[in-house]
T-cell receptor, first 113, second 115 residues
Framework: TQLLEQSPQFLSIQEGENLTVYCNSSSVFSSLQWYRQEPGEGPVLLVTVVTGGEVKKLKRLTFQFGDARKDSSLHITAAQPGDTGLYLCAGPNYGGATNKLIFGTGTLLAVQP | EPEVTQTPSHQVTQMGQEVILRCVPISNHLYFYWYRQILGQKVEFLVSFYNNEISEKSEIFDDQFSVERPDGSNFTLKIRSTKLEDSAMYFC?????????????FGEGSRLTVL
């Protein structure tokens, strides 16, 4: 069974601080996606990483896919209150023909002004 | 910007009642999905739908669940006889393509509360 474990589960930081969220699995994923979910809303895709070792940047967010494609990290530089939300990693089910995504356990980030 | 829309946003029902959750996927998308998220737990896959039939379903998606695309625009999830443990946020999603090339767009969810 493919599982994605995220750490930390909860993170409360001050505006301007940096943080890293981790997404780990014992399984290899063909790609991993990161979503942000705000209360009462559905997940919104931030990025997809496909190649082992790949690094993608989205403004203050930096995403990295592990060389072995079993893990990923999300680093936020100079966090802002608007970054508050639930961050989810997700990967496609192994061998799946459709986008059956396995979601991670989530990291709830609160950025205090 | 095109979006996936879901109705109702919140439904409260009695145990044993039938519930239909409705979704309007993005118009040019061909793949449709239902996921659910029980409060405090992970987002879980329920079912995927393509070409008017179920492509894949999880073990959660038992005989009490069914999906339908009745009119070419709506995509519905029916729960025949709701149980307390069906209380969750139900998210509809759609994608233009399958596989890792197909980005999923999620609706805002329908919160189901079973009493």
């Amino acid at each position: 069974t493919q599982l994605l474990e995220q750490s930390p589960q909860f993170l409360s930081i001050q505006e301007g601080e940096n943080l890293t969220v981790y997404c780990n699995s014992s399984s290899v994923f063909s790609s991993l996606q990161w979503y942000r979910q705000e209360p009462g809303e559905g997940p919104v895709l931030l990025v997809t990483v496909v190649t082992g070792g790949e690094v993608k940047k989205l403004k203050r967010l930096t995403f990295q896919f592990g060389d072995a494609r079993k893990d990923s990290s999300l680093h936020i530089t100079a966090a802002q209150p608007g970054d508050t939300g639930l961050y989810l990693c997700a990967g496609p089910n192994y061998g799946g023909a459709t986008n059956k995504l396995i979601f991670g356990t989530g990291t709830l980030l609160a950025v205090q002004p | 910007e095109p979006e996936v829309t879901q109705t109702p946003s919140h439904q409260v029902t009695q145990m044993g009642q039938e519930v239909i959750l409705r979704c309007v996927p993005i118009s040019n998308h061909l793949y449709f999905y239902w996921y659910r998220q029980i409060l405090g737990q992970k987002v879980e896959f329920l079912v995927s739908f393509y070409n008017n039939e179920i492509s894949e379903k999880s073990e959660i998606f038992d005989d009490q669940f069914s999906v339908e695309r009745p009119d070419g625009s709506n995509f519905t999830l029916k729960i025949r006889s709701t149980k307390l443990e069906d209380s969750a946020m139900y998210f509809c999603a759609s994608s233009e393509a399958a596989g890792s090339a197909g980005e999923l767009f999620f609706g805002e969810g329908s919160r189901l509360t079973v009493l």
